[in-house]
């Protein structure tokens, strides 16, 4: 039988029933390699080595399981995992980008791919363009001959800017252009960005999806003859997921569906009381009525809006310093997406080594909060935030 609603997806799909053992739940492979028989030896031969259990770098049924899951989670063709999210996002670029290609990106863009595509790619031959990515014009006219592929965040960090999906995928489709989304902030929960016509879909598995912040993972889902071809990368590469880390990811994945509607309504929940406090000067959250692009966020986050809150805080980064240090069930860790709500300030973390004024032109102002809401209950977390926010000293 077909498994339709998330909630069934996320605890059976692609469950490995072990015929000789019968255990419910998926069992840790941990072993580096297979026994070989006549079966392998012709997949070796035919060089299809992805369809057979041979060595662990290159598959494994921990991980194959795991894959399935995600595969049906995001609605893809195939799904493929990784030791981390960079990996995932690294093979990825690299598989479809070669020397004197050129992508188009964003410059708010998570601070490890940030880097990896300024520094890295440029000398492997690489170039890119970084736009503003709600500029669809912007996007348009940075488009050249050699432009191999667009790579942008469905949601963005800090400043949670929604990307307009129907429209990138239609400019792509135009000009012949791969788009690769980093799905990390939404998750398949609030939306697919497959169903839009994206090619491939990369995580940091390391947040909601695992969602218990006790393991580094990535996976990439979409379109089969791309999987193929990050496959032989990731094989070359080395950046494979161990078994039990896949184990642990496939566990986290189970209660996915229950920890984001979670998720949603603690951050709409903060959210809205933290817009009516007074000592707040701006909050950015996708579910209010004050957020920018407010229409699109309707039209495409249909379930909800994630965990992630961000605001401002008004007497600026010290008076966010104490507010961070005041909370008590709340703490400060990078990060985010697991059960236990974690904060942080962009200007003394993920945007650190930027100055002032670059932090300022793209819209980090001071005194901005990250608050990742997890899922201890709402009452809580508020009543926290509000003895933190009244002890604050300055404003
Ligand atoms: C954390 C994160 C990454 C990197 O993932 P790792 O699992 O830490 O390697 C990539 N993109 C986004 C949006 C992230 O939040």
Redesign the pocket.
Known sequence: MEYKGMSTISVHSGEYIDEAVRAVVTPIFQSSTFLLSDKEYERILEGKTRQANIYTREGNPTRRAVEEKMKALERGEDALS?S??????AASLLSILKKGDHLISTFD?????SVLINRDLPSLGIESTLVNSTDLEEIESSIRPNTKLFFF?SL??PLLKILDLPKIVEIAREHNLITII?N??LTPYNLRPLEYGVDLV??????YLNGHSDI???VVVGKKFLIDRIWEKMVRFGGSMDPHQAFLLERGLKTFSLRMQRHNENGRRIAEYLERHPRIKRVIYPGLDSYPQRKLAKHLLKKGCSGMVSFEIKGGDEAGLEFMKNLKIIRQAT???GVESLVSMPFNTSHADLSEEERRRMGINKGLVRLSCGIEDAEDLIEDIDQALSRVSRW
């Open positions: 990784f981390s999210g960079m990996a995932a996002i863009l998570y601070g490890g791919s965040e963005s960090n980093d990390t902030f990369v995580h940091s598995a390391t947040k580094i993972a990535g990060s985010l997406g």
